[in-house]
């Protein structure tokens, strides 16, 4: 396992600029933790906590230094992903980062283009690097990829319409994948996947934790996923950090209410219970 951490994060806070009549928004505030390479990440938290925010800033879509257009910036901190800070990258560092990190958005199923085949939608990133790339070899690539993701080599020659939700949400894994990149971070990659595909999913991304050459970052609200595929998660609400480890510890030690609500919820027992004061006779 390699000395440099696949991510770092310090004291990383972000926000969206004003624009117009709207004014900025702060989505994170002082967020630090360290990811290994070889291992995963679960973010976890409730709606406008900033997971999905934290993710979209360690795939690389973070607004370069003294950009005016919208999305976010790093306001303190620093986030460096594969070695690159991206505080104050500039657009090239930022096309660095992106080669090298899978990114699987929230409701990743709907950025498919609807007018490409499966296997175009899929190989789409290899082409976008290479425009003279085989496509024989790009199509064996998609093709592996699909049986990865537990998707018959049928659908290649299909239409994102013509799918299921939770194929089109393979689809989308696929493609985040294809590239084989050294760090993946999917905003929930089971989300609208029935219950039989959701294991497998998971399962996958089980397989790919330990790898020595590939770390992940997944933001789920599935308990299950964190459970069976992470080595550590952190739990955000209103873009801070109010919890961080391997999730059992977590949430059988809550530091804050916030979390020892979600453990009550999962029928998690806390230590802190546990260790009421013993009474002995005077």
Known sequence: ?????AVLVSDLSVEYPARGVSPSCVALRGVSFRLETGQILGVLGETGSGKSTLAEVLAGHVLPARSADPGPRISGG?????????RKARKRDLAEVTFHVGYLPQDAASTLEPSLSVQDN???????????YSRRAAGERAATILDTVHLPLSVLAKYPYELSAGQRQRVALARALVLGPSVLV?????AGIDATVRDAVIDLLAQLRGHDD???????????VL??????????QGGRTVGYGPIEDVLADPAHPFVAGLARALGTTSRRTERRPQHTAD
């Open 1 to 5: 396992m390699s000395s440099d951490p």
């Open 78 to 86: 620093e986030a460096t992903v594969l070695g690159h800070p991206l």
């Open 186 to 190: 999917a905003d929930e990659p089971t």
């Open 227 to 236: 459970r069976r595929a992470t080595d550590a998660c952190l739990v955000l």
């Open 214 to 224: 590939f770390s992940a970052v997944i933001v789920s609200h599935d308990p299950a």
């Open 122 to 132: 899929v190989t789409l990133p290899i082409f976008e690097r290479d425009q003279h």
